[in-house]
């Protein structure tokens, strides 16, 4: 199976994880298994890495592209769950947690997962393919407002308004089955002079349609709190988001972890008792360099936050 994808950041994140030879390290999105090989290539045979992905197509490939290590343990979920993996597995605490949180270049490239606004195909956009709710389910029956919040929120379009009535519109008359109409559905909705300027007019409406599929935001923030309370101290946790709702989350999450007091700022002294257990490493997000961008333009939105456990 040619399951294309070009690790992003990928130095980076190996530098973020201070690999110890024997550590446990958890992928939490195995996807093609690129950042996997480099962290297994630093590990000694007591090493072992965890590689969970919802998506079983990634896990094929994964698995044939590590075939050559033994220390892997292959996991069909989604991370939201890692607390509980890692209780099925018998492993207290890991050494290190990656979460890379964009789609991977294979479910762009293959047409009909219907998460390209380039290539027709029915409206799908889950990455568990196991479950039974789809963009279609979205497109077709969400109520106009919960459309329009949709598309607002996690697209942060500008005219989620407008796409949102003219989506009601037109399955009104018939239902919206593919990507290129709901592509014909959202050009028709923006202005001409915008539709001429920046990214794809139907980019931000699609990503925000495959985060709702696939609960991506509300995943997140409990995976963090639960991962970070996973690590063994000096343990890190590094995450690589693709836009600018998720960073956000991480951000604010791994400030919650690091201040987590929530006494009333003029009490001289903390009597919550919350205690701080992370150590933020990068105050800002580290981003792609140049070299980088130039071999892969998908990395362009890529940020990567990395934190410690204390």
């Known amino acids: 199976?040619?399951?294309?994808?070009?690790?992003?950041?990928?130095?980076?994140?190996?530098?973020?994880?201070?690999?110890k030879p024997d550590g446990i390290y958890v992928d939490c999105t195995l996807g093609g298994g690129g950042h996997s090989i480099e962290i297994l290539k630093r590990l000694s045979e007591k090493g072992k890495l965890i590689g969970i992905d919802q998506?079983?197509?990634?896990?094929?490939?994964?698995?044939?592209?590590?075939?050559?290590?033994?220390?892997?343990?292959?996991?069909?979920?989604?991370?939201?769950?890692?607390?509980?993996?890692?209780k099925s597995l018998n492993i207290e605490k890991v050494d290190g947690i990656l979460m890379d949180l964009?789609?991977?270049?294979?479910?762009?490239?293959?047409?009909?997962?219907?998460?390209?606004?380039?290539?027709?195909?029915?409206?799908?956009?889950?990455?568990?393919?196991?479950s039974d709710f789809s963009a279609y389910?979205?497109?077709?029956?969400?109520?106009?407002?919960?459309?329009?919040?949709?598309?607002?929120?996690?697209?942060?379009?500008k005219f989620a308004k407008r796409?949102?009535?003219?989506?009601?519109?037109?399955?009104?008359?018939?239902?919206?089955?593919?990507?290129?109409?709901?592509?014909?559905?959202?050009?028709?909705?923006?202005?001409?002079?915008?539709?001429?300027?920046g990214h794809h007019p139907a980019k931000r409406?699609?990503?925000?349609?495959?985060?709702?599929?696939?609960?991506?935001?509300?995943?997140?923030?409990?995976?963090?709190e639960d991962g970070v309370n996973r690590l063994n101290k000096g343990g890190r946790i590094t995450i690589i988001t693709f836009h600018s709702l998720e960073d956000r989350i991480v951000k604010n999450k791994f400030n919650q972890l690091q201040n987590p007091c929530t006494c009333p700022k003029d009490f001289p002294i903390c009597v919550c008792g919350k205690t701080s257990k992370l150590k933020v490493i990068s105050r800002k997000p580290i981003v792609a360099s140049e070299e980088e961008l130039e071999d892969n333009p998908r990395s362009r939105s890529a940020k990567l936050r990395i934190g410690k456990k204390v």
Request: charged share 35%; proline share 2%; aromatic share 8%.
């Open 102 to 130: 964009g789609v991977s270049s294979h479910q762009l490239d293959e047409g009909e997962r219907g998460f390209s606004y380039m290539q027709d195909a029915p409206l799908d956009m889950r990455m568990n393919r196991e």
């Open 163 to 197: 796409i949102a009535f003219n989506i009601v519109k037109n399955r009104n008359e018939k239902p919206i089955e593919t990507t290129l109409q709901l592509v014909d559905i959202i050009k028709r909705s923006i202005p001409a002079k915008f539709r001429r300027e």
């Open 55 to 86: 998506d079983t197509n990634a896990l094929k490939a994964a698995g044939e592209k590590l075939k050559n290590f033994k220390n892997v343990i292959y996991v069909h979920d989604n991370f939201y769950n890692i607390e509980e993996i890692l």
């Open 1 to 19: 199976m040619n399951f294309k994808h070009i690790s992003v950041l990928l130095d980076e994140v190996i530098d973020g994880l201070d690999i």
């Open 205 to 224: 409406t699609f990503q925000a349609i495959r985060i709702e599929v696939n609960r991506e935001l509300y995943i997140l923030d409990k995976a963090i």
């Open 137 to 157: 389910n979205v497109i077709n029956e969400y109520e106009e407002k919960e459309l329009y919040r949709v598309i607002k929120e996690y697209g942060e379009e």
